[in-house]
């Protein structure tokens, strides 16, 4: 579900409790059975899992995972320092932010190598780089106040000469012309003003100078240096793996998971779903990925969300970030 349209979802269908296959809690696996903390609603962003559980790859591995969603007012840090969640998943900022704060935790794999963090504009406007936005309206989030300001430091744009105003997540500004621009997702956002016959463009903020990890899998340090918690996360990341790598294979099964079993009762559109489960490929598959494996994070691309974190005035360490448990997944491969 987009972010827009999530409140306006009826209340029952919000109070239904998130679905959990029979068959995958039915009998006890080896490893036994853990939570994942989704970082949203059950919607095309967690299509991997969904084809993990489906295909039964985690059983497989040995685990069963209970899928639980997320939304606007769950934080999966807490949730996973708690011990409710194993593993838990949200952007690299909030995780950063936590840790600063002295949260014990470690990011062990990202699932988006590009952040889908985006200036979506209408095509008519013109917006073709970071230096068209002076003089034009902007409409930004709260929550993306500090992204904002460090994107436009980054690309050398005095705020004084971008008209910024408060902005929800909400289309019909920029559609009336009340916006020339606002920030969304390129995965999200985009599809869903093109699912609905708008002409738009976007500029990637990766591709303008922030280049960020996003969606990142989150554990805490003690479930790394306990023997049984930290070979349920391993299977729980290799089931993780080979669901991702049939999505990314095959948007149109992420579709059809998404709508109709996990995400079903959510008012999704399965057209809207498949693209934007097809735009996330562009996020997720990369160079990097292709010689590593998918959630790998060189020490590039590290040093890279690093800087981009310093910029918004996010600390973090380069120890943040380890991928010991996508090597012991692995195993020496790049594909499962």
Same mark, same amino acid.
């Given at each position: 579900?987009?972010?827009?349209?999530?409140?306006?979802?009826?209340?029952?269908?919000?109070?239904?409790?998130?679905?959990? /296959? *029979? #068959?995958?809690?039915?009998?006890?696996?080896?490893?036994?059975?853990?939570?994942?903390?989704?970082? =949203?609603?059950?919607?095309?962003?967690? !299509?991997?899992?969904?084809?993990?559980?489906?295909?039964?790859?985690?059983?497989?591995?040995?685990?069963?995972?209970?899928?639980?969603?997320?939304?606007? *007012?769950?934080?999966?840090?807490?949730?996973?320092?708690?011990?409710?969640?194993?593993?838990?998943?949200?952007?690299?900022?909030?995780?950063?932010? %936590?840790?600063?704060?002295? %949260?014990?935790?470690?990011?062990?794999?990202?699932?988006?190598?590009?952040?889908? *963090?985006?200036?979506?504009?209408?095509?008519? +406007?013109?917006?073709?780089?970071?230096?068209?936005?002076?003089?034009? @309206?902007?409409?930004?989030? !709260?929550?993306?106040?500090?992204? =904002?300001?460090?994107?436009?430091?980054?690309?050398?744009?005095?705020?004084?000469?971008?008209?910024?105003?408060?902005?929800?997540?909400?289309?019909?500004?920029?559609?009336?012309?009340?916006?020339?621009?606002?920030?969304?997702?390129?995965?999200?956002?985009?599809?869903?003003?093109?699912?609905?016959?708008?002409?738009?463009?976007?500029?990637?903020?990766?591709?303008?100078?922030?280049?960020?990890?996003?969606?990142?899998?989150?554990? +805490?340090?003690? @479930?790394?240096?306990?023997?049984?918690?930290?070979?349920?996360?391993?299977?729980?990341? #290799?089931?993780?793996?080979?669901?991702?790598?049939?999505?990314?294979?095959?948007?149109?099964? *992420? !579709?059809?998971? @998404?709508?109709?079993?996990?995400?079903?009762?959510?008012?999704?559109?399965?057209?809207?779903?498949?693209?934007?489960?097809?735009? /996330?490929?562009?996020?997720?598959?990369?160079?990097?990925?292709?010689?590593?494996?998918?959630? =790998?994070?060189?020490?590039?691309?590290?040093?890279?969300?690093?800087? @981009?974190?310093?910029?918004?005035?996010?600390?973090?360490?380069?120890?943040?970030?380890?991928?010991?448990?996508?090597?012991?997944?692995?195993?020496?491969?790049?594909?499962?």
């Amino acid at each position: 579900m987009d972010r827009r349209t999530f409140i306006k979802v009826s209340a029952a269908a919000l109070a239904a409790p998130a679905l959990v /296959t *029979s #068959r995958a809690l039915a009998d006890t696996p080896k490893l036994g059975k853990m939570a994942y903390q989704l970082g =949203w609603v059950k919607n095309f962003q967690f !299509a991997g899992e969904y084809i993990a559980d489906a295909n039964k790859y985690f059983e497989q591995e040995g685990i069963a995972v209970d899928l639980l969603a997320g939304g606007p *007012s769950v934080s999966a840090e807490p949730i996973v320092i708690s011990g409710k969640a194993l593993v838990g998943q949200n952007s690299t900022d909030n995780t950063a932010n %936590a840790v600063a704060k002295g %949260a014990p935790l470690k990011i062990i794999g990202t699932n988006y190598q590009k952040s889908p *963090s985006s200036i979506i504009s209408l095509t008519k +406007t013109g917006l073709k780089a970071p230096k068209d936005l002076v003089g034009k @309206t902007v409409g930004i989030q !709260a929550n993306n106040q500090v992204v =904002w300001n460090a994107f436009l430091k980054i690309n050398g744009i005095d705020p004084a000469s971008v008209n910024t105003v408060p902005a929800q997540h909400d289309f019909t500004p920029l559609v009336s012309g009340e916006l020339d621009a606002f920030f969304g997702f390129s995965n999200d956002d985009v599809v869903q003003l093109r699912q609905k016959g708008q002409d738009v463009s976007y500029l990637l903020m990766a591709d303008y100078g922030y280049p960020m990890f996003n969606c990142n899998y989150l554990v +805490t340090e003690a @479930t790394l240096k306990d023997k049984e918690k930290r070979a349920q996360v391993v299977a729980f990341m #290799r089931g993780a793996i080979r669901g991702w790598q049939e999505a990314v294979k095959n948007p149109a099964l *992420s !579709a059809q998971l @998404t709508v109709d079993v996990y995400g079903k009762g959510n008012g999704l559109d399965k057209a809207a779903q498949e693209k934007s489960a097809a735009a /996330t490929n562009e996020l997720m598959v990369t160079a990097d990925t292709q010689k590593h494996g998918l959630f =790998w994070m060189t020490d590039k691309s590290v040093d890279e969300t690093i800087a @981009t974190l310093a910029t918004a005035g996010i600390v973090a360490k380069k120890d943040l970030f380890t991928n010991e448990i996508l090597e012991e997944a692995f195993q020496g491969k790049t594909t499962l």
